[in-house]
């Protein structure tokens, strides 16, 4: 049976993997599984580090929700109501963060509460840092953005000539690297100054 979607924890210790009529939990580096329950078609998955903590969007609700997976009570205990369908989510131990069709929305993971929205483009991913509460994405062509939650700021610089086609932030958030939809080079740039640190050839 194919698999719908794939999710490996912050720690990459652990791989959930979403199904039609269940979800399954791994360790990454035995393969041994830890878990395989029963649900609904489960559209997207993740895991809460090495917690008993898992995000769903599907399993017989409707795809605009993230219900907050509780396994040892074996049942939901919150959920996130996104106006639209969540097409990707990613958390952090402070902040959820959900892309729909028109925006990034911010949740508090404490309290599943609105925190801000942020207009998106849907030109290339985002990626939400581990250990430093930051979103990084792209609205405009070739340049990188980053905002920090905790001080509201949100800052921007070129990082190439053409669209940005993937962006990821380090796991201490000092780092993001990209690379354009027609270029060669992977980047690598401070995240804070804004400075290029390394580059790399692809292909």
């Given at each position: 049976m194919s698999i719908l979607c794939i999710n490996i924890n912050q ?16 360790i990454l580096q035995t393969g041994k599984q830890m878990l395989c ?30 219900n907050m997976w509780d396994d040892s009570k074996n049942k939901y ?127």
């Amino acid at each position: 049976m194919s698999i719908l979607c794939i999710n490996i924890n912050q720690t990459k210790e652990l791989v959930a993997l979403g199904y039609i009529d269940r979800f399954e939990i791994y360790i990454l580096q035995t393969g041994k599984q830890m878990l395989c329950k029963k649900t609904d078609e489960i559209r997207l998955i993740h895991l809460y580090y090495n917690s008993n903590i898992i995000g769903i969007v599907g399993d017989k609700n409707p795809f605009n929700m993230l219900n907050m997976w509780d396994d040892s009570k074996n049942k939901y205990i919150g959920l996130i109501d996104n106006k639209h369908e969540i097409l990707e989510f990613k958390m952090n131990k402070k902040y959820i963060v959900c892309r729909d069709e028109y925006n990034l929305n911010i949740y508090k993971f404490d309290t599943l509460s609105f925190e801000y929205s942020i207009i998106y483009k849907n030109i290339c991913n985002f990626d939400l840092s581990i250990h430093m509460n930051m979103v990084v994405y792209s609205n405009i062509e070739g340049y990188i953005q980053i905002y920090d939650i905790d001080k509201d700021n949100n800052k921007n610089f070129k990082a190439h000539n053409n669209k940005i086609q993937y962006v990821k932030l380090s796991n201490n958030g000092l780092y993001v690297a990209s690379v354009s939809e027609n270029g060669r080079k992977i980047k690598v740039y401070n995240s804070l100054s804004g400075s290029i640190v390394k580059e790399f050839i692809r292909g």
